[in-house]
């Protein structure tokens, strides 16, 4: 029999004074770590590193933590969930096996219900570059510079839904109310040009993602490190001095607003709203020159103009290279993490974006050129310049496709088991492939990778390790990759 005795200790709670004693102390003390941890007073995890930044200076420059391969990073998002077996991914057996059952696949449900059978991409693959890689006419375009990409064929999402998906993409969790991957670098690492934003974000012409704003919110970071959204074609609006107004009045309203700002800042240091805010004008005053700048295409070569189709007759292809260049340019002058956006949801399925469910050669015909010729140009660009020599560019979506068309429709379902994303420039092997996804494609099964270790290599490129990059919130230090993530060694150069 068990003996119900209580201890030594125990005996002190049958007291009821000594219960209410000791109870109200231990409640005593967690309320004392709460107001620690609410002042900031309690130390540090050992592994942790947040960044020293000045309320003052927000957007100065930072040391990472180690010297970093790449200082600028160009994030290409294809909203949608762009399908890897009619671009990047060549499964001669798929095409083999086009028409039969998928092995094991017997009634298969997946996002929208049950698949039918094995269905080959509908662009034919071929070698390309001095790697040999195989890559579909889908991007001829982009297929040509094969020898500049390192694809990682195992990538892996947490979600099979666009909008949950999509924030893991974006912010390394599926639920919303975490930060961006570039409001974590600019928290990080501020930026080299003090006159235009450390993050920017360019909607595609046709709108904004699923998720919009939270690929660039700065959710619990400082909100001063949030993404400022704007386009080739819808610039920062009002930004240009009314002609009222002379120099000399604008100057010295400044001086006055700076000299009252300071003084409540002064009283409220801790106010991070406040903070934001003023930081936030303050910049804006500075970009009514550079921002106006940095938008003017009109001084790029002819040359460059055609090299990107910004005069192309199809419109959402000229806005989407104007986008593109609008990115160069950005780079170009210091901004620290460009996010470019093609495809948006405003026009339904598969209309404006990549989530081909039910006619994808059709909708795929029309997204693959706007896509094309603007995003190759991008990175013939930069390399011409010697800005890939020290610029990590990017190009996600937010999960795969099925190996099989969706039952009664010609499209391809949700797919988060392996798709493919690809890397250029700073730091990684150029004509690279790693990991793979099964025969058909369907599921990664070598190295197979998830978005925590995407994440945690682009950090690590930058010289941040993804560990050591913490914000204290509601507890914890909190990290872009959570408890997870890896960095993928094998594709560093």
């Not at 890897?84 to 009634?107: A, F, S, V």
């Not at 094969?146 to 998906?165: E, L, R, V, W």
């Not at 949801?345 to 990549?354: F, P, R």
């Not at 020599?389 to 797919?415: C, I, S, Y």
């Amino acid at each position: 029999m068990k003996d119900h005795t209580p201890s030594h200790a125990g005996r002190w709670l049958l007291n009821r004074r000594d219960f209410l004693r000791y109870g109200g102390t231990g409640l005593g003390g967690i309320a004392l770590l709460s107001l620690l941890g609410e002042q900031k007073l309690l130390a540090a995890a050992p592994s942790a590193m947040p960044p020293q930044w000045s309320p003052e200076t927000p957007n100065a420059p930072r040391p990472p933590h180690f010297p970093a391969k790449a200082k600028n990073v160009v994030v290409i998002f294809c909203s949608g969930a762009c399908a890897h077996l009619e671009t990047w991914d060549y499964k001669p057996e798929l095409i083999k096996r086009h028409g039969q059952p998928m092995p094991g696949g017997d009634n298969l449900i997946t996002f929208q219900g049950e698949n039918g059978n094995l269905t080959r991409p509908h662009w034919e693959f071929k070698p390309r570059g001095q790697s040999g890689k195989m890559i579909s006419d889908l991007l001829p375009h982009l297929a040509e510079l094969a020898d500049d990409m390192c694809f990682i064929h195992s990538m892996t999402a947490k979600s099979n839904t666009h909008g949950p998906a999509e924030n893991q993409m974006g912010t390394g969790f599926v639920l919303d109310g975490f930060p961006s991957m570039g409001s974590w670098v600019s928290y990080a690492l501020g930026t080299e040009n003090q006159n235009l934003p450390a993050f920017v974000a360019i909607p595609d012409p046709r709108g904004v993602p699923q998720v919009g704003p939270n690929h660039w919110s700065s959710a619990f970071l400082p909100p001063v490190f949030q993404g400022t959204a704007f386009t080739a074609d819808q610039p920062i609006p009002n930004l240009a001095t009314p002609k009222s107004i002379s120099a000399a009045a604008e100057a010295g309203t400044r001086d006055f607003l700076k000299f009252l700002n300071d003084r409540h800042l002064a009283r409220h240091p801790d106010d991070g709203e406040l903070l934001a805010r003023i930081s936030s004008y303050e910049l804006a005053a500075r970009m009514q020159l550079s921002a106006a700048e940095v938008s003017e295409l009109n001084q790029e070569s002819k040359a460059t103009l055609d090299l990107y189709g910004v005069n192309d007759n199809n419109k959402l292809k000229a806005g989407f290279a104007r986008n593109c260049l609008l990115a160069r340019r950005l780079v170009e002058r210091g901004v620290r993490f460009v996010q470019l956006f093609n495809g948006a949801y405003a026009m339904g399925e598969g209309v404006g974006n990549w989530d081909g469910h039910k006619t994808l050669k059709e909708q795929y015909d029309v997204h693959a050129p706007i896509l094309d010729q603007p995003c190759a140009a991008l990175l013939k660009d930069l390399k011409a310049r010697g800005l890939l020599a020290h610029t990590l560019v990017v190009w996600v979506t937010e999960f795969g496709r099925m190996p099989t068309f969706q039952k009664g429709a010609n499209g391809r379902d949700h797919n988060p088991h392996g798709f493919t994303v690809w890397l250029s420039g700073a730091g990684v092997k150029a004509g690279f492939s790693h990991g793979a996804t099964d025969e058909f494609g369907y599921k990664a099964v070598q190295d197979i990778t998830t978005i925590y270790d995407l994440h945690a290599t682009i950090l690590h490129l930058l010289g941040l390790d993804h560990e050591r990059l913490t914000y204290y919130h509601n507890g914890l230090e909190r990290r872009l990759t959570d408890v997870h993530g890896h960095v993928v060694k094998e594709i560093l150069s």
